[in-house]
């Protein structure tokens, strides 16, 4: 099947959905991607967003694009009749951890709501292959390091954004129980960051960053005064948190992998894979790394703890490893390089087109 | 406000429902119900369904009926726009764990999906006191006995059906965080049994029952031919398996306490409890007291076990009765007796009429 299948991508403009666009068409699968343009931008709604044409300039092919929302039952139903879709890589979510906190009915009704729209409508057109953007925040507050894919799910996720990945997660358990023929990978990913190496396209969060690698590279071009580090006096090395990061390319070959995994025959039900490098940096590392990539200086002040952060989390890689042939290969300091190469060319985001 | 305001009982035609308003217009309470229904006998869709006019018998009293999907969003508001409605007690969803676990996301979207759009719509016109109709089954296996309200939830919720519940509680919960106007009592139920005294109304599954109480009353009644118990081999009393069943009308009046207790000003935010009679007996014993009550022999036989069934569950009952005021009083030949009570008036439940 590899390369010769339609892949529908779900939140296909957004950051990790972009990315992953890349390397499908980069390895000959035919991408139809939809997004709802909440989270992206695009100069005309009658427009390609940005992202995407970015992608088509990287790639030098041409996507098929729906402005639509998952939560729209018929446009949907529409998509799936009027193309032969093969399999669903499932992006489409709201994401932002405090607004899930202020507005968790939205977050439930889109995230939640959303998804069980797109499940309905895949399952009536027999399209019962998909690979679910899910999180590391589905394994809450760690209870042993690395986290392996057997760490307990669902405990202690403090936020609604954490629970809707849970939730769905869970729905697609339930989903693959109910009827064999669903296939579902459930990708969890760490700390997604850096950029696509062409600069093109990257990470572009509407108003204050809530990530740290954004939030850095703001700092260090200027658009930002200084970068808040919340508490120096966790159980770490140097006493801020440790996260694992991820490079974004890394990330998205990580769906590939997936994919084909999936699309394998003897491949049945579900199966839930870490997205990590399996290390972890702490705060002060990232900002090191990015100094040295950028020849920048970050400014920055230790600030209290954040109420919800925990000290340290990062994955055992070793299943995705093992099972799907992959594994992170770009390292803290090409995060950063590319994270600032991609803000150097797009101070304001895509809007700086 | 204690009977001078209008509560929407959603699934108001149900078994639940049902006793519910008939507590609620004891008390002088305006009620409005709402329901499908799918899993409620109607001669037909423009009536009230059958179970709504036993209730204004019983009571001498009028409810206003809409016919009327939670999913529906525009009519859901146009309800909310014609009426007064102060709070809801909530009891629409699907309920049979052995559908759930075939039809999964019928379950999540008709539990969660309709339990957000009556939340939204609730929020959009400003009515935010809710009672929930939670389950025991948001326990999961119990860690411990008696199981208390501090009992962790979701871990080991083994059916789609026990998990719409644990996840709109969780909704719910974050609903309170978001915004300090909403008020909530989630009210967990073991397992309600029995018909109000009258014999008017009580439970009335479709096809083969899926709990114990109505498949001994149709074996009674000779209806079906013999029960099957499931496991003798527990490490319980007599080795059958052991629950707190509490009386429909007990349980009833627990919904008109909750009111109360969140009807007070100095209510906030949310609190749960559990509904039952803190007492555990067993299949046997059940079949014995249901002989006692009705004169009449119950053939049974011992069948292997079922999976995903526990030994026994039983609940601290002491938090509602603390802070509700609330106790059940009705025992378990009380429960056999009115069951049996209304078998013998409705051998066929509403269609019997």
Redesign the interface.
Known sequence: MKGNSTILVTGGAGYVGSHTVVELLKNNYTVIALDNLVNCYAKDVDEKPEALKRVEQITGKKITFYNVDIRDRDALDKIFKANKIDSVIHFAALKAVGES?????MY??NN??GS??L??VM?KNNVKKLVFSSSATVYGTPQFLPITENH?T??GCTN?YG?TKY?VE??LK??C??DPEWKVILLRYFNPVGAHESGLIGEDPSGIPNNLMPYISQVAVGRRDKLQVFGADYPTQDGTGVRDYIHITDLAIGHLKALEKMLLPAFNSWKAYNLGTGHGYSVLDVIKAFEKASGEKVKYEIVGRREGDIAECYADASLAKLELNWTATRDIFVMCKDTWNWQQKNPKGFESA
């Open positions: 906190v202020k507005v968790p009915l439930y009704q939640i709501g069980g729209t499940f309905e399952g307990p669902g405990q609604p629970k939730f869970e729905i339930d989903l129980t109910s």
